[in-house]
T-cell receptor, first 112, second 119 residues
Framework: EDQVTQSPEALRLQEGESSSLNCSYT??????LFWYRQDPGKGPEFLFT???AGEEKEKERLKATLTKKESFLHITAPKPEDSATYLC?????????????FGAGTRLFVKA | GAVVSQHPSRVICKSGTSVKIECRSL??????MFWYRQFPKQSLMLMAT?????????EQGVEKDKFLINHASLTLSTLTVTSAHPEDSSFYIC???????????????FGPGTRLTVL
């Protein structure tokens, strides 16, 4: 069964304390992996798209990496404004057509 | 980044009525638009992808006749929830992209969402 699992469910960091969020997946026919951040009650903000194992992308304090079974979102020296829910999603193609599966998200709290 | 608006931001309707939600890209031409729904405290679910001037591509398990999507121009897409019922109550979010790399855009800009409550 196609599955996307994010860990941890919640993460509390001190400002400046670097860490990583994990998105592991068991799917076939991967067509892309996506990272988003979402603030409560608001629409998501797109962060990254990764298409193949070994690919890396960076944006400010964030860096996303991809292997054949998981992706990491590394947060370097986080600030309180980085507090949000981070979602990952995988896009796959199977016999039924395209399907996008979202993980449940990781709630990040960064304390000043 | 680019701006995407949604209207209305909130709507309350009676069971059995149809509701139309608009999604507009204000400062760029969106070749692709996406519609999502999100239940309280749950993750996103992609419903469909639409390209301007062509029929929407629905995700597996999404009722095409229930959720009508129209992408008439490069700046406007609409989602109509037909014969809405309480179980359709949700947060509906659109996003717009201008990438050309296959089915999914490289970059997406999200609208603020529309909260639908069906009584």
């Amino acid at each position: 069964e196609d599955q996307v699992t994010q860990s941890p469910e919640a993460l509390r960091l001190q400002e400046g304390e670097s860490s990583s969020l994990n998105c592991s997946y068991t799917v076939s026919g991967l067509r892309g992996l996506f990272w988003y951040r979402q603030d409560p009650g608001k629409g998501p903000e797109f962060l990254f798209t990764l298409y193949s194992a070994g690919e890396e992308k960076e944006k400010e304090r964030l860096k996303a990496t991809l292997t054949k079974k998981e992706s990491f979102l590394h947060i370097t020296a986080p600030k309180p404004e980085d507090s949000a829910t981070y979602l990952c999603a995988v896009r796959l193609l199977d016999t039924g057509g395209f399907k996008t599966i979202f993980g449940a998200g990781t709630r990040l709290f960064v304390k000043a | 980044g680019a701006v995407v608006s949604q209207h209305p931001s909130r709507v309350i309707c009676k069971s059995g009525t149809s509701v139309k939600i608009e999604c507009r890209s204000l400062d760029f031409q969106a070749t692709t638009m996406f519609w999502y729904r999100q239940f309280p405290k749950q993750s996103l679910m992609l419903m469909a992808t639409s390209n301007e001037g062509s029929k929407a591509t629905y995700e597996q398990g999404v009722e095409k006749d229930k959720f009508l999507i129209n992408h008439a121009s490069l700046t406007l897409s609409t989602l109509t929830v037909t014969s809405a019922h309480p179980e359709d109550s949700s947060f509906y979010i659109c996003s717009a992209g201008s990438g050309t790399s296959g089915v999914f855009s490289d970059t997406q800009y999200f609208g603020p969402g529309t909260r639908l409550t069906v009584l």
